[in-house]
Nanobody
């Protein structure tokens, strides 16, 4: 059974940090490009960051220099380190796995940036 389980969300003050984790199971994690998406209320889901099977990374302009995506294939886990958080980063953050043939979504974790 395929599962992507996000964790690490919560409430943080502006300027603070959070680290999201996404633990994968039920598929060969190392064969999948992994991404984080987010969706704020009333807005479309948007791509935040991607890390390929080869370790290449890509970021949305809005998070460059503040967020870092990484993966640990031994632990079947992808991370999103978020620093210098802003109120506009408030959203539900989703983990996404993609290969040539299949793709999977996690259930999401809420991140709220507020004083």
């Amino acid at each position: 059974q395929v599962q992507l389980a996000e964790s690490g969300g919560g409430l943080v003050q502006p300027g603070g940090s959070l680290r999201l984790s996404c633990a994968a199971s039920g598929f060969t994690f190392s064969n999948y490009d992994m991404s984080w998406y987010r969706q704020a209320p009333g807005l479309e889901r948007e791509l935040v960051a991607t890390i390929t099977t080869g370790g290449r990374t890509n970021y949305a302009d809005s998070v460059k220099g503040r967020f870092t995506i990484s993966r640990d294939n031994a632990k079947n886990t992808v991370y999103l380190q978020m620093n210098s958080l802003r109120p506009e980063d408030t959203a539900v953050y989703y983990c996404y796995a993609k290969s040539l043939w299949y793709n999977y979504w996690g259930q999401g974790t809420q991140v709220t940036v507020s004083s």
